[in-house]
Each structure stands twice: as C-alpha cells, then as structure tokens.
C-alpha cells in the first residue's frame, strides 16, 4: 500500500471520540421558553413558516444555534407577517449571556436569510447579558470617543457582512446588551444620515 492509499484511509476512516462525561439529554419542554421574541417571514420562497419551525439563528460569528419556534397567536407565518414567537434552545448553557432586549437575531437555513427575530422577553437568566454584564448608565458608551471610533472602523472592515452586534461582542466582550444595542443603532443612524 503507498503512502497516498495510507493517507487517503485514514483521512476517509471516521474518527471515534469518546465522551466522558455523557449528560443525558432532556425533551425540550415548550412550556417555558428560553426567550420571545417578534419574528418576521423574510424567506425569498414567499412559503409560509408553520410553528414548530427549527430554524438556526446568527448569535455568534461563525455559529448557528438551532431554535424552536412556536407562534403564540396562530400556526402559520406567511412572507412578510410578523408575529409573537416563543422560542426554545437546543442547548442554551452554550449561549450564556448572549441576548438582550432588542437584540435582533438573523433565522437562517444553512447560509439563506429567512427571518429575523427581534428579543423582546428572556425568561431563561442565563441568557441575559445586562445581568450578566449590568451597566448603570449604557447612554455612557457614546461619550466615550475611542470605542466610538473603532466601532466605526469596524464597520468598514467588516468583510463578512455580520451583524454590528457581533462584530462589537467579539471586540468588546465585557459590554452589556444595551451597549453594544446603542452603538449598533449610532452606526445605523449615520450609515441613513450617509445615504441621505
């Protein structure tokens, strides 16, 4: 056998992992949602989206966390309807301290923008970044010139189009949701007061 046939098998062979610490895994309980929020049918099909849906959702850069949808008042979202949507984790001990109150989330299938879901409650509190990082006055980040200037820089090299509130997060870290929530908005404004 050459070497290229002992490369290529052990490349094609699966590898096994052995996991230690195996926790069993519980049926998602519908009843207690990890957060609502308000989603809107963007899917480029037009289809509508029935509850239930298991859409992935942009929260980290290079991550999709799969989220089940339920629609609070009916069955069917149909393209461009927004409506109330309890939505629950698979695994939300990964994502902590990820949402806040008006963060918007893209819902994605594969690498196709469907929706966008808009937070408006979390009842899980491991997901809640104001408590995890709370910030007495968050109207405070925009006075503060350097974190202005190189959020706006940011935006320039921001070649794989992500979300602001990403970019931000990965760059400052111990901000709070409503932090990086207002230097997201501040950079929308000026990027309307530019087009203007």
């Known amino acids: 056998m050459s070497w290229i046939q002992r490369r290529w098998r052990s490349l094609s062979t699966p590898k096994v992992l052995k996991i230690e610490n195996k926790k069993k895994i519980e049926p998602i309980d519908g009843s207690k949602p990890d957060f609502q929020g308000e989603f809107t049918n963007l899917r480029a099909t037009r289809t509508a989206i029935k509850t239930g849906y298991r859409g992935t959702l942009l929260i980290n850069e290079g991550y999709l966390f799969s989220g089940i949808q339920r629609f609070v008042n009916g069955d069917i979202v149909n393209y461009g309807e927004t409506v109330k949507s309890d939505i629950n984790f698979v695994m939300p001990e990964s994502l902590r301290a990820s949402l806040w109150i008006g963060r918007v989330l893209r819902v994605q299938e594969g690498n196709r923008i469907v929706g966008k879901i808009i937070v408006r409650k979390i009842f899980n509190t491991i997901l809640d970044r104001d ?66």
């Open 131 to 196: 408590l995890a990082f709370p910030c007495s006055d968050p109207h405070r980040i925009l006075e503060e010139q350097d974190i202005v200037n190189a959020v706006s820089k940011l935006r320039l090299t921001n070649k794989n189009h992500l979300p602001m509130d990403i970019v931000i997060l990965k760059k400052y870290p111990k901000l709070s949701g409503q932090e990086i929530q207002l230097l997201a908005d501040h950079l929308e404004g000026v990027d309307a007061k530019a087009k203007d």
